[in-house]
């Protein structure tokens, strides 16, 4: 799987997808996580608040890991001086 998250909400819708397609209901991931059910809910729908921590702790769960990239176009807007 490899999929862009823009924003909490995408990266939420993100997260979701991984669980389901592995099987998993919110509380088993939590479980893995070491998180509550009820956090990973509100990862799921875009919790603007969610720490780092967290994200990465529910991604190491799904066996997911995280990639830092540029933005597309970011280049060209740079030389601009956007």
Do not use: W, Y
């Not at 939420?12 to 009820?38: D, Y």
């Not at 994200?55 to 995280?66: C, F, K, P, Q, S």
């Amino acid at each position: 799987m490899s999929d862009l998250a823009r924003d909490s909400k995408q990266l939420g819708n993100l997260i979701r997808r991984a669980r389901k397609q592995q099987g998993l209901s919110q509380g088993t991931l939590g479980n893995r996580a070491a998180l509550r059910q009820e956090t990973i809910s509100l990862l799921e729908n875009g919790s603007p608040g969610t720490r780092l921590k967290t994200i990465l702790a529910v991604m190491a769960a799904l066996n997911l890991e995280l990639h830092v990239a540029p933005r597309s176009g970011a280049e060209r807007s740079h030389r601009r001086g956007f």
